[in-house]
């Protein structure tokens, strides 16, 4: 089985400042990570993903996120944020090799940028 | 090319009624998978369909079920409805390759209010 912890409901980040998501996952076998956004009244929309090779990732936006495997976590990072950058961010883990490919999300953290 | 589409949008029910959802994939997709977002949580997996048979299922009770058409659209039914079925139904279409990864792509979601 699978979960995922998001560590921070709510991140307040001022306009221009660098913010960092967190998230630490628990799963018995290897999976592959993802972040995605979801702005208001919207559906997810994918941020990044990591499935093997280079431990960075880069997305859109800006964004990137680092997978620490010793520390099973996949934090997320930005360098400076935009107050577009206002949304709810899902941490999310599926099991490597299922052919189900459900994705399992964390309760998400909601990003408010002041400016 | 339109992406995932979800109808109707919103839908509001009194306890006890039943409720069918529509989904149609993204062209070129054959699989959908349908997950529950709770206001305030992450989404939660419900239920995959591939080739008209329900391939994996998460831990929702047998009110819940769906059915997929050979054009590879989706229903999703609950039945008996309870309050606490209140949610954004999210519904993401996929295209099963060999490869273990295969990206879901998310609609807007039906927002479902059960009076």
């Known amino acids: 089985a699978q979960s995922v912890t998001q560590l921070d409901s709510q991140v307040p980040v001022f306009e221009e400042a660098p913010v960092e998501l967190r998230c630490n996952y628990s799963?018995?076998?290897?999976?592959?990570l993802f972040w995605y956004v979801q702005y208001p009244n919207q559906g997810l929309q994918l941020l990044l993903k990591?499935?093997?090779?280079?431990?960075l990732v880069k997305g859109i936006n800006g964004f990137e996120a680092e997978f620490n495997k010793s520390q099973t976590s996949f934090h997320l990072r930005k360098p400076s944020v935009h107050i577009s950058d206002t949304a709810e961010y899902f941490c999310?883990?599926?099991?490597?090799?299922?052919?189900?490919?459900?994705?399992?999300f964390g309760s998400g953290t909601r990003l408010s940028i002041r400016p | 090319d339109a992406g995932v589409t979800q109808s109707p949008t919103h839908l509001i029910k009194t306890r006890g009624q039943q409720v069918t959802l529509r989904c149609s994939p993204k062209?070129?997709?054959?699989?959908v998978s349908w997950y529950q977002q709770a206001l305030g949580q992450g989404p939660q997996f419900i239920f995959q369909?591939?080739?008209?048979?329900?391939?994996q299922r998460g831990n929702f009770p047998d009110r819940f079920s769906g059915h997929q058409f050979p054009n590879y659209s989706s229903e999703l039914n609950v039945n008996a409805l309870l309050l606490g079925d209140s949610a954004l139904y999210l519904c993401?279409?996929?295209?099963?390759?060999?490869?273990?990864?295969?990206?879901?792509?998310f609609g807007p979601g039906t927002r479902l209010t059960v009076l």
């Open positions: 993401a279409s996929s295209l099963r390759l060999a490869s273990s990864y295969n990206e879901q792509f």
């Open positions: 799963s018995s076998v290897s999976v592959y």
């Open positions: 990591y499935l093997s090779g280079s431990t």
């Open positions: 999310a883990v599926s099991p490597l090799y299922s052919s189900a490919s459900k994705i399992i």
């Open positions: 062209s070129g997709h054959d699989t």
């Open positions: 369909y591939y080739e008209e048979e329900e391939r």
